[in-house]
């Protein structure tokens, strides 16, 4: 069969020939892969800068898919530590870490929401006790995962959801999503007294509007729970000791190792019926697999997500 294959790094993925997929354990199974989307989480697997690496190779990449199984069910899935991901014509997924769609299903848009939707969804219901009507700040809101948060934000009860990001113009857009309040990252105090923060960028900028926001806030000592779930920005943060002493701050991560796997599985079925549903609006762009290192290196920071149909 044929998929992306990673043989080096440094390198995009190639189309190229693999060895059928077969089922070992009990819980695992054979099934056809409908369509898998191009993640940040997938591009740090394939260029081995995630942290969940083993620097393993040759690696297929893909984290998640909608998959047809061997008695036509089409399931969304997602998948562990693997060389075999889902950027593959087929893949083996456990049947537990899985969970079945409706027919009617747009397999494509499934597949662009479900990872972007999932980051924030699980962040505010299984890392912290997030209530409605809390205020929520979320850093880098113009990217595709940011755009999910803000509308997961709405849909948990957010009493206010402020967006920043760099793009003015894209910025407002975000109010047809539920954003309240746009701002960039220069303008970040304005959002001084939320009550979560929900980052998708550290580095150098996150660390910028933690100082920022610690400084205007009107009572530092009400709680503040900074959520940290991507690095878009850099890896590094460098945080002032002072901003940890001066306010009532809690920095949390939100991603594998510090929520149970379990919860992720946990919280699939609400998330796949709420994406099936149209609860989301949901930009995607379906590309032939066989086109993978040509769409790996002229679509990165695309507003749109990419989904492999093979």
Known sequence: MHAAVVSSFDAPPRYDEVAEPVARGRDEMVVEVLAAALHPRVRSQADGSHYTSTEELPLVPGIDAVVRDSKGRIRYTVLDDTTLGTMAERTVIEADRSVVLPDTIDPVLVAAAMNPVMSSWVALQRRIEFRRRQRVLILGATGSAGRMAIQVAKRFGAGQVVAAGRDVARLEKLRALGADVVCTFDDVARAADVD???????????????????????????????????????????????????????????????????????ELPKMAAAVADGAFDVRARAVPLAEVERAWVGTAGTPERIVFVP
């Open 196 to 266: 979560v923060v929900i980052d998708y960028v550290w580095g150098d900028p996150a660390a910028r509007a933690m100082v920022a926001l610690l400084t205007a806030r009107a009572d530092r000592s009400a709680p503040l729970t900074w959520v940290q779930i991507g690095s878009v920005a850099g890896p590094d943060a460098p945080i002032p000791s002072a901003a940890l002493r001066s306010a009532r701050l809690q920095i949390v991560g939100s991603g594998i190792g510090s929520v149970p796997g379990r919860d992720f599985v946990k």
